[in-house]
């Protein structure tokens, strides 16, 4: 069965917009937990747009299952990582302009900060993917960089709107998790998927663990937070 790591992010967008303490992500955390996610996810971006330092530092004590901290490669965010010392850190790229991440980390560009990183992360006792799009010659510079995990980009598939189109991304994304375990790499995936979606990752195999989010805390809204990530989790088995 496929890991559910579930992503907090949007619950702290909601607090955000007052600058409110409610609604708390460290309980919508716990709760994830007790419907039966696999480990929670959160993004630090550097704009504090959502996720604060304070939230991550007072989650981390918390935890009964893993914390996946996704993060910059910037000096900031990887001193604030090593102190934290998450089970995961998730490298990605980040743009102020943008909605949500859009795109891969690109490991070839920017190859020397990315090894660096991984050193040092892995030093403090953290393990660490690599956010990045499905694409044969950044899975072999995540290789060389020294990662042993990465997790593919699966917005394309998800903004695909033509059956042409799904399909071809489904090949994509089969033929990168194909290379990717022949390279020794475990294989996560997520960013877009919902319940009408999953299933269709879900079926290519290979996958260790999807990061879903928006689409849960948005389900939440109607159902409750603990039945959103149960019926979420249920779709992965």
């Known amino acids: 069965m496929i890991e559910l790591g579930v992503n907090i992010d949007h ?7 007052r600058h409110s303490v409610y609604p708390d992500p460290v309980r919508a955390a716990l709760i994830a937990e007790q419907a039966g996610a696999d480990a929670i996810t959160l993004h630090l971006r550097e704009d504090r747009r959502h996720i604060q330092d304070k939230d991550v530092y007072a989650m981390r004590p918390l935890l009964l ?3 996946n901290l996704e993060c910059a490669i910037t000096p900031e ?6 102190d934290v010392k998450p089970h ?11 909605l949500t991440t859009e795109g891969g ?13 991984i050193h040092q992360l892995t030093e403090s ?19 060389k960089a020294g990662a042993g995990i990465i997790e593919l980009h699966t917005g394309a598939y998800a903004e695909a709107v033509s059956v042409q189109a799904v399909t071809a991304e489904i090949e994509r994304l089969k033929k990168a998790i194909t290379f990717a375990l022949s390279c020794g790499l475990k294989v996560n995936a997520g960013h877009g998927l919902h319940y009408q979606n999953v299933q269709a990752i879900v079926a290519l195999g290979g996958i260790s663990e999807l990061n879903i989010g928006h689409a849960i805390v948005a389900q939440a809204v109607f159902d409750g937070l603990e039945k959103a990530v149960r019926d979420m989790k249920a779709l992965l088995a």
């Open 105 to 117: 980390l690109d490991v070839i560009k920017y190859f020397s900060q990315t090894q660096e990183a």
């Open 11 to 17: 619950v702290a967008t909601l607090r955000q917009q």
């Open 77 to 82: 965010m990887l001193k604030i990582a090593c």
């Open 125 to 143: 006792g953290s393990r660490v993917s690599l956010f990045i799009d499905p694409e044969e010659n950044q899975i072999e510079a995540a290789v």
């Open 65 to 67: 299952t893993r914390m």
């Open 88 to 98: 995961d850190v998730c490298l990605v790229p980040e743009r102020r302009e943008e």
